[in-house]
């Protein structure tokens, strides 16, 4: 992520826990080093009340979260653990994750699917939900009144989930309404195993791709980051998959020769 002059203060504003740190960890840890003031803004971090969708009961299973535990508080305290590393402030968003969200016809939002993809967005769900978008943004606006920040930068929704296009374009419409700069990163390791195209809201135009490399410490923290995410980890890794080998091989394709990099762009108003 190129230095911008000036950016002293920087919102990441991530659609789920770890997604921030996947995408762009090492990214934020050198911007501390280099003296910002960072704090990651999880928006789908609210906890749910049950019942739960078989979409969420087998995620829970997967996390290593028994049925008495409060899944959200687990993963929030991971969030917690993985940030110190790094030196990022975190906050909490009160949102609910899609695998907690129902449709309006009572159906839900996030559909159980065997095999390894695991979920699956119900086909019966619009393409977009403007009032979330207009409630995530709300809380974003204040955010930034408090934070200040110099600089934005959130998801890509490469993959198109629901929940990461709801918080990008929330980013995108209330960053502008502050006319602060915003950039968007690859969600990783999603565009390790599955392509998308980036489709921003009306009026919005991507730059040109950018992969800066930072230090090999700050790599080395990115890593120490994710393993404090057990349930990341129990998706991403283990027999017969290999996250950090994947994100080292990628940074290798993307980044100038002997650096880890990740890779983000900028996103302008278009004035046509």
């Not at 917690?80 to 906050?91: F, M, Q, T």
């Not at 839900?108 to 967005?121: C, I, N, R």
């Not at 969600?187 to 195209?197: A, I």
């Not at 730059?207 to 790599?219: A, I, K, L």
Request: proline fraction near 9%; charged fraction near 25%.
């Amino acid at each position: 992520m190129s230095k911008v002059p000036g950016a002293n203060r920087l919102l990441a504003i991530s659609p789920h826990f770890g997604d921030a740190v996947l995408s762009i960890g090492a990214s934020l840890s050198q911007a501390v080093r280099d003296g910002a003031k960072v704090t990651v803004y999880s928006v789908f971090a609210g906890t749910a009340s049950p019942p739960y969708s078989p979409a969420a009961q087998r995620m829970h299973t997967i996390w290593g979260i028994s049925p008495e535990e409060d899944a959200q508080l687990c993963r929030r305290k991971e969030d917690v653990a993985a940030l110190a590393p790094l030196g990022v402030d975190y906050r909490h968003g009160r949102f609910l994750d899609s695998i907690y969200r129902k449709l309006p016809d009572g159906q839900w939002l996030t559909d159980h699917k065997e095999g390894k993809q695991k979920l699956a967005t119900n086909p019966d769900a619009p393409s977009s939900d403007p009032d979330l978008v207009a409630e995530i943004r709300g809380d974003l606006g204040s955010i930034i009144d408090e934070f200040d920040p110099a600089l934005v930068v959130t998801s890509a929704a490469i993959g198109g989930h629901p929940d990461d296009k709801a918080a990008r374009d929330a980013a995108l419409f209330a960053a502008d309404e502050k006319n602060i700069p915003i950039r968007l990163w690859e969600d990783l390791p999603y565009v390790l195993f599955r392509s998308g195209t980036i489709e921003l809201p009306r009026g919005f135009r991507l730059g040109s791709p950018e992969s800066s490399p930072v230090e090999p410490e700050m790599r080395t923290r990115k890593f120490r980051a994710v393993r404090s995410y057990p349930s990341l980890l129990s998706m991403f890794d283990g027999p017969g998959k290999d996250l950090f080998g994947g994100l080292d091989e990628h940074a290798r394709q993307v980044s100038p020769p002997g650096g880890y990099g990740e890779k983000t762009w900028p996103v302008t108003r278009d004035e046509d």
